[in-house]
């Protein structure tokens, strides 16, 4: 197997749910997109990507106020930092010892055990294209595939947009996604410049998403 070393730049990217093929477990689908990508060209790069995800809930809100989720986040390709997403907004990013902050915080925001999402799996490089292809899991259990595009030589979503969705369609075929929602909503639409945290809202709404799949009696296999 061909690897090829990790690159360090930051693009526009993309993160969709890929669906269970008809019939497959999800490591069997895992296996066919891999040999998709490899059939094209794609070179498999040297170690693993992991995004996780830790919900928090406020303990006590002012009257009359809902409670706001607060989801702190952490991604191998940032190893010294994490994310803070508050429900609704806003964001920030933090050094790694924010998990720290969060433990002495406790009297104010509650971990919500068992809630914590994990996705793991494969980084790939195809030309200016980075790929990694995941299994996102919920209490060890298989909750659904991730796959994340990025393209590396540009910042701006508008001027790479149909030139991503192309290459999505060479491995992902009919499920290629939609323009993403974060890269529409902001002011300057989308010529404003990607982001990480763009990249990890879509995993928090990818998260999500598949946090309310019930899997007893689901055709998801693992």
């Not at 830790?54 to 809902?66: C, F, L, W």
């Not at 997403?85 to 790694?96: I, K, N, R, T, W």
């Not at 796959?147 to 060479?170: H, I, R, T």
Request: aromatic share 8%; with cysteine; hydrophobic share 35%.
């Amino acid at each position: 197997m061909k690897t090829q070393a990790p690159s360090e730049t930051m693009g526009v990217t993309c993160v969709c749910q890929v669906p269970v093929a008809e019939g497959k477990s999800v490591q069997q689908t895992v296996d066919l997109l891999h040999k998709k990508l490899e059939q094209l060209g794609a070179l498999k790069q040297q170690g693993n990507f992991s995004v996780d995800c830790e919900t928090y809930h406020a303990t006590a809100t002012a009257s009359g106020q809902p409670s706001k989720l607060l989801y702190v986040m952490h991604n191998s390709e940032t190893p010294l930092s994490c994310m803070a997403l508050f429900e609704g907004g806003p964001c920030l990013v933090a050094d790694a010892n924010f998990d720290v902050l969060m433990i002495k915080l406790k009297s104010h925001f509650q971990n919500a055990k068992g809630h914590k999402v994990e996705c793991r799996g494969w980084k790939y490089r195809y030309s200016d294209f980075s790929i990694k292809v995941g299994t996102v899991t919920m209490n060890s259990s298989a909750r659904g595939i991730s796959a994340e595009v990025e393209y590396c030589p540009c910042v701006v979503p508008g001027d790479c947009w149909n030139l991503m969705k192309e290459f999505m369609q060479s491995f992902l075929g009919s499920n290629v996604p939609e323009l993403p929602s974060v890269f529409t909503v902001k002011p300057e639409g989308l010529f404003a410049p990607s982001d990480c945290i763009d990249t990890m809202t879509q995993y928090l709404e990818l998260f999500n998403k598949l946090r309310k799949l019930q899997m007893p009696g689901s055709n998801i296999r693992v």
